[in-house]
């Protein structure tokens, strides 16, 4: 089996590669060959005996999707994108990676479809962003997608394109609704949602950390790992089951703030706790108060896919894959 | 004020055309240019004494949306599309006219927009082919849009676009879901759902219509009155009571083909109706149990959109604007 991964050098995409190394294959058959794609070449993983074809390239320019989908891979994982305010800065940019990108490597895919048949499975990675405020908690799946970015715009244009194109049979599509993936590992970044992770992986390791928004701001988080079993589970599942809406909703914890901390207080006692510090921030909290604050993911759940519990769950996830199991 | 229509050869563009000479103006305005566009020539107008310039311009051709904006029209009606069967016959050509025409015209704005503020009115036309089956009946407002052609797909990602441009404050968009118009003027079309008006407009001129399909079938019209009458309506209505859903599902008659017929034995007596032959059409009664029964349309009528109430107006309107008033 050859697995292709664009977007295979960020965060979520270096795990999934982890993973299908440690599994040594997918859906019971081993990965011979995986070709691991991203705008930087993305690392060799460790321990993998296969075939390993790491590329620096970016799928939005023309040309570069049809020499990726040449050697026909049977399942191709889509991550790749510029993120929410990056794509709020940029409008071209933003419809340039996370549109066209997405539309020209759905089209090389038809067009060697009708070559030779050729139908790969192909896992998207779309966003809660494609749902937008006034919102009702839980957010039903058929709830209707008014996006309110580019960024959300450009993932629900391109779930349509998948559901569109896998109707005509040009390939196995499915569209993966990753809640806001918490904790993130690394280092704090700028990007508006980062506190979530940041009052939790701060502290964990005896850091401070800033808590931009009240304790009642509710929303909708999944870890790395369960991220990664989305993925896994989304390639591997019979698809006659989904029917002709392609993009899933994903299981996930919804939690405010102030259930988090109590979370680490529980796991990690109040000397973390102590270590965030409270600096409101307008913009952040008018941001924030658009953001989904959970889904009911029925249809996903009903199709398998799993999600931690709870919050304290999310954190011992964290301290297991990324603190070497203990504080 | 100056009009520019993109699809004005079409019946609805004709018929819109028609209007704003009628009318004089448009929103208390008068409109002293009107700039017609369309891959065939359109007529001039009659009667009308400001400046047209008709043109044969293929707008998803690069660099012509920039050439038609140039002169910065105040209102632009976008009606330009292939229909539903020619997209799904020819897929490439379908997304070409349907989604990158539309995206280049809002690129074209958006860049002069950048320039110099420059900011229109765009009156952009969708389709009731946004929403697919199952649906219930009737659809609300926010019923999600799930498209089963590669035409409604087309239409879902311009109205996605739309909401994003008008957003970003690139130009002031709405979109207006037109329902299945009826009674089409001119000679019966291949179109599937061309039946509906065919078997109206023929009997009342005293020639044969074939039914394809049972008299139980529900659907969802507005006479081409009507139409026009939308896209007026919503050239001059004030967007901000709007707010982000910038594309409106069109008040219109939800009816029977069993009371389509009843309508029309009212207005033109059983020897009208005598002329409808039943010939069961397998392919046609599978499409159609896809289509859309009705629409609540609860946000439009509140903002001042009117439909005609029952199918004895339609057929009423028909005989005023296309049979001089009598049978």
């Not at 494609?130 to 309110?148: K, S, Y």
């Not at 965030?276 to 658009?290: F, L, T």
């Amino acid at each position: 089996m050859h697995i292709l991964v664009i977007g295979a050098a960020g965060m979520v995409g270096r795990k999934l590669t982890a993973r299908l190394v440690s599994d040594q294959g997918l859906n019971g058959r081993p990965v011979e060959k995986m070709t691991l794609v991203d705008v930087i070449k993305p690392d060799h993983p460790d321990g993998f005996n296969g075939t390993v074809e790491a590329l620096e390239v970016d799928v939005s320019e023309p040309g570069q999707a049809e020499t990726l989908i040449a050697s026909r891979p049977d399942v191709i994982f889509h991550l790749a994108a510029i993120v929410s305010g990056e794509a709020e800065l940029d409008f071209e940019k933003g419809y340039r990676i996370n549109l066209d990108g997405t539309r020209h490597l759905f089209d090389a895919i038809r067009l060697l479809n009708g070559e030779d048949g050729y139908k790969p499975r192909v896992v998207f990675t779309s966003s809660i962003a494609v749902v937008g405020a006034p919102l009702p908690f839980p957010i039903p799946d058929d709830f209707h997608l008014t996006p309110l970015t580019s960024y959300g715009t450009q993932k629900a244009i391109c779930e349509l394109l998948l559901a569109d194109y896998s109707r005509r049979g040009f390939f196995d599509g499915i569209g993966i609704r990753l809640p806001t993936v918490c904790i993130r590992p690394g280092k704090p970044n700028k990007a508006a949602s980062g506190f979530f992770s940041n009052i939790l992986r701060e502290p964990l390791i005896g850091q401070e950390a800033v808590l931009p928004v009240p304790e009642d701001v509710r929303h909708w988080h999944t870890s790395p790992r369960s991220a990664v079993g989305y993925l896994i589970h989304g390639a591997t599942i019979d698809l006659e089951r989904i029917g002709s809406r392609r993009s899933l909703s994903m299981p996930g914890v919804s939690a405010t703030v102030g259930e988090q901390i109590e979370a680490l207080r529980r796991v990690a006692g109040e000397k973390a706790v102590r270590l965030i510090r409270r600096k409101p921030d307008e913009m952040i909290m008018k941001m924030v108060a658009g953001w989904a604050p959970g889904f009911e993911a029925k249809r996903a759940t009903e199709l398998g896919f799993t999600a931690e519990q709870n919050f304290d769950e999310i954190i011992r996830v964290h301290i297991e894959d990324e603190l070497g199991g203990q504080l």
